[in-house]
Structures are given as structure tokens and as C-alpha cells.
């Protein structure tokens, strides 16, 4: 099956700085790659996905880059605010799994006001 | 639109009892699955559900089953309940369930004594 790995699993940043936390797979049938943030005692909350086709995505201060040959994803937060503090959660989706998430271990990214 | 609910939030069991979990999805959501998330574990895959049917199933003990109602409402059991099956369970529901974005709910943490 698919197997996400995601680095760092911690990440202090000093306010406006950027931020990026980086996700490789292994599964080629993988196509739709979610990243989700989850604030401490609140569910997981979509912020940004990317799907096979595409090689980048922003919205705002966030983008995803995906890299298929390679088979690894990132995700790039600029000017980083104290709100931004979560755990950050990579997922990969193969195709011929339905809608089978395979999630990463996690990054606690705190931003230092 | 309402978003994802569980029912209990908080529950506490004793080793070797059963618990029922309760999901109740977006609105014209048919797909739900269920994860399990603990610190050592992140988020794990237990199920999916769609149309009542399971289409999906992670790699859990068979003491962890499911169902879902033609409502999509859905529902997860653990029987036979052991220590380490403490965790906050979270169920997602998306759409038609394939590629898609998965909505979160906002769990429900178990604690086995």
C-alpha cells in the first residue's frame, strides 16, 4: 500500500518568515494530495490540494508544489503568522482506493511572534 | 450546510467492553470514512463507507467494525476494547468519495481504562 513519508515532524519559525514542509510517497496510482491543518483540540481542516495534473497551486500565502517524478510534495507557507501554529497534516490518495487517505506522521510548526 | 457531527465527543470504557461511535455526515454526502489518531500513530485509515457498502478497509483487528444507514449516517463499534485503543476517532465525509476533499468531524476521544 501506500506509504507517506513527511519532514520535519517540528518546525519554529520567527514571524513573517516562510515555512515549508515537505511529503514524499511511494504509491504511482497516488493522484490527489490534501493538506490539512489541525489547530490543538479541533479537527482536521482542508487548506490547500493538489492533483496529479497540476504541478503547483497557491492561495494566498500558501502553495503546494507537486513533483510526480519524483514522487514528493511540499507545502510553502509565506509571511507566516502566530495563527499559522498547527500540526500540518500531508495525505495521498491512490485512484484505485476510492477515497482512501494516506496521511503523513504530522508537522507542529509554531510561529514566534 | 452543517458540518460533519459525532456523537458521544468524550467517552470512557474499561478494557474488554464494546463502544458504538456515531457520524453524521454533510448533507448529500454519501461517502464516510473513519480514522483513528493517536500521537505515536498520526491518522490512520480504519474504514470507508458508501452507499452502505464498506469499500474500503485499513489494517485493523477485526474488533473494529462499521455500517452505514441509507441516511449515510454511519456508525463504528469496537468490541472487546483494550488499552491501547485509546484515541481520538475522527470520521470525514466527502461527496461521491473518489478524489475528493474529505470533511472532518470533530471526533471523538475514547479513553480505555
Known amino acids: 500500500g501506500e506509504n507517506v513519508e513527511q519532514h520535519p515532524s517540528t518546525l519554529s519559525v520567527q514571524e513573517g518568515d516562510s515555512a515549508v514542509i515537505k511529503c514524499t510517497y511511494s504509491?504511482?496510482?497516488?493522484?490527489?494530495f490534501p493538506w490539512y491543518k489541525q489547530e490543538l483540540g479541533k479537527r482536521p481542516q482542508l487548506i490547500i490540494d493538489i492533483r496529479s495534473n497540476v504541478g503547483e497551486k497557491k492561495d494566498q500565502r500558501i502553495a503546494v508544489t507537486l513533483n510526480k517524478t519524483a514522487k514528493h510534495f511540499s507545502l510553502h507557507i509565506t509571511e507566516t503568522q502566530p495563527e499559522d501554529s498547527a500540526v500540518y497534516f500531508c495525505?495521498?490518495?491512490?485512484?484505485?482506493?476510492?477515497?482512501?487517505?494516506?496521511f503523513g506522521t504530522g508537522t507542529s510548526l509554531t510561529v514566534i511572534p | 450546510k452543517a458540518g460533519v457531527t459525532q456523537t458521544p465527543r468524550y467517552l470512557i470504557k474499561t478494557r474488554g467492553q464494546q463502544v458504538t461511535l456515531s457520524c453524521s455526515p454533510i448533507?448529500?454526502?454519501?461517502?464516510v470514512s473513519w480514522y483513528q489518531q493517536t500521537p505515536g500513530q498520526g491518522l490512520q485509515f480504519l474504514f470507508e463507507?458508501?452507499?452502505?457498502?464498506?469499500?474500503n478497509k485499513g489494517n485493523f483487528p477485526g474488533r473494529f467494525s462499521g455500517r452505514q444507514f441509507s441516511n449515510s449516517r454511519s456508525e463504528m463499534n469496537v468490541s472487546t476494547l483494550e488499552l491501547g485503543d485509546s484515541a481520538l476517532y475522527l470520521c470525514a465525509s466527502s461527496l461521491i468519495g473518489t478524489e475528493e476533499t474529505q470533511y472532518f468531524g470533530p471526533g471523538t476521544r475514547l479513553l480505555v481504562l
Open positions: 463507507y458508501f452507499s452502505e457498502t464498506q469499500r
Open positions: 495525505a495521498a490518495s491512490p485512484w484505485d482506493t476510492g477515497n482512501q487517505f494516506y
Open positions: 448533507s448529500g454526502h454519501r461517502s
Open positions: 504509491d504511482s496510482a497516488s493522484n490527489y
